[in-house]
């Protein structure tokens, strides 16, 4: 069965740096793109940030380009978000999501595995 | 970036009815549309792929259709466990983006 589970959220200051994680099992990970989807306070979902299977490519959302940094290691089977300057409307739930496949893929530019997330707030 | 709508934003039904939520795109995505379950507390959870394929373990209550613009997801007999919210998303072009939710209710 696959299992996503996401750690690392937490209380920080505006502009201040927060890197959340995600552990994957049930799947052989470095097979599969992930990615990173956020859901703000009342709000819809928003995809943030992917990253290829064997993580030499990574894409973003405009809202965090150059800010955000999404990584992988393959080895511990787990993805990274790390998050620098961070804004106040950058608090919400931070879900991290297995994709069908290669993010280049409109047919399998979706996400089929979610975890539960974990919650970024962004205050003084 | 492609605009998903979905509608309405939210709904009350009651147990054994018949419930629509339409989504639609702001151009042409031919069938690159999928839906989500999220449950309060709960990782979201994918329902139906390429607008209209059931995801395995998926009641056969659900069903999806459309293409091009117009979507819809209906759920033909609405159980206990169904009241959630539920989102669209086109992968057609990146960004991937979702509606903005639908929330069934209890009436």
């Known amino acids: 069965e696959v299992e996503l589970l996401e750690s690392g959220g937490g209380l920080v200051q505006p502009g201040g740096s927060l890197r959340v994680s995600c552990a994957a099992s049930g799947f052989t990970f470095g097979s599969y793109a992930m990615s990173w989807v956020r859901q703000a306070p009342g709000k819809g979902l928003e995809w943030v940030s992917a990253?290829?299977?064997?993580?030499?490519?990574?894409y973003y959302a405009d809202s965090v380009k150059g800010r955000f940094i999404i990584s992988r290691d393959n080895s511990k089977n787990t993805l990274y978000l790390q998050m620098d300057s961070l804004r106040a409307e950058d608090t919400a739930v931070y879900y991290c999501a297995k994709m069908s496949g290669p993010f280049t893929s409109s047919s399998k530019r979706y996400f089929d595995c979610w975890g539960q997330g974990t919650l970024v707030t962004v205050s003084s | 970036d492609i605009q998903m709508t979905q509608s309405p934003s939210s709904l009350s039904a009651s147990v054994g009815d018949r419930v629509t939520i339409t989504c639609r795109a702001s151009q042409s995505i031919s069938s690159y549309l999928y839906w989500y379950q999220r449950i309060s507390g709960k990782a979201p959870k994918l329902l139906i792929s390429?607008?209209?394929s059931l995801q395995s373990g998926v009641p056969s209550r659900f069903s999806g259709s459309g293409s091009g613009t117009d979507f819809t997801l209906t759920i033909s007999s609405l159980q206990p466990e169904d009241f959630a919210t539920y989102y669209c998303?086109?992968?057609?072009?990146?960004?991937?983006?979702f509606g903005q939710g639908t929330k069934v209710e209890i009436k």
């Open positions: 990253v290829s299977g064997g993580g030499a490519s990574a």
């Open positions: 998303q086109q992968s057609y072009s990146n960004p991937p983006t």
């Open positions: 390429a607008a209209s």
